[in-house]
């Protein structure tokens, strides 16, 4: 099993560059969401998706955009990158998320320049 | 919000055993307790949860406060490959049940 696979695994960007951070997940879990790690601090989330069609905001939204066309699929677009989006993105998936235990891929480090 | 309090670090030497304490005095009666750890350059990794009675597997124990108020994990012997940082987390309300990461405990095992 894969379990969540993230990619690419690093990036630089210039400010004002958009891109894709995708995930993918093989488990068929309907639960999917975005954290990110700034140095230093745990985890904040960003976006999440309780099934295919439905997604919904996190504690740190703004700048980030996200869709879940298929069970197995959840990217995370950066619409206009800023210096302030420079962290390492973690994606996680699970069953249902209150009592079943997250899966989480090996981050996409992000640098904005 | 329900929220934890960890210390920010602790000191074990290897081959004892470890308790990392967790405040969580706000939790809801329906709140799971979740413990995730995380080791250098990696994702978080599933460790442990409990709802209110004391939960074994074969990474660690749970311990859970007949308050629900508190918990601790428990290492029972701990090795160099579980220094990392650890996290006592709950849900976070209205949204969809995802978890809330705090700052963690950063465990250093000592050889």
């Known amino acids: 099993n894969a379990g969540v696979t993230q990619t690419p695994k690093f990036q630089v960007l210039k400010t004002g560059q958009s891109m894709t951070l995708q995930c993918a997940q093989d488990m068929n879990h309907e639960y999917m969401s975005w954290y990110r790690q700034d140095p230093g601090m745990g985890l904040r989330l960003i976006h999440y998706s309780v099934g295919a069609g439905i997604t919904d905001q996190g504690e740190v939204p703004n700048g980030y955009n996200v869709s879940r066309s298929t069970t197995e699929d959840f990217p995370l677009r950066l619409l206009s990158a800023a210096p302030s989006q420079t962290s390492v993105y973690f994606c996680a998936s699970s069953y249902e998320a209150r009592g079943s235990p997250l899966h989480f891929g090996n981050g996409t480090r992000l640098t904005v320049t | 919000d329900a929220k934890t309090t960890q210390p920010n670090s602790m000191e074990s030497n290897e081959e004892e055993p470890v308790h990392l304490p967790c405040n969580h005095s706000t939790i809801s009666g329906t709140d799971y307790i979740h413990w995730y750890r995380q080791l250098p350059s990696q994702g978080p990794e599933y460790v442990i949860h409990g709802l209110t009675s004391n939960v074994n597997n074969r990474m660690a124990s749970l311990a859970i406060a007949e308050d629900r108020k508190s918990s601790t994990l428990i290492l029972h012997r701990a090795t160099l490959r579980d220094a990392a940082v650890y996290y006592c987390?709950?849900?976070?309300?209205?949204?969809?049940?995802?978890?809330?990461f705090g700052g963690g405990t950063r465990l250093m095992v000592k050889p």
């Open positions: 987390i709950l849900r976070i309300p209205n949204a969809g049940n995802m978890l809330t």
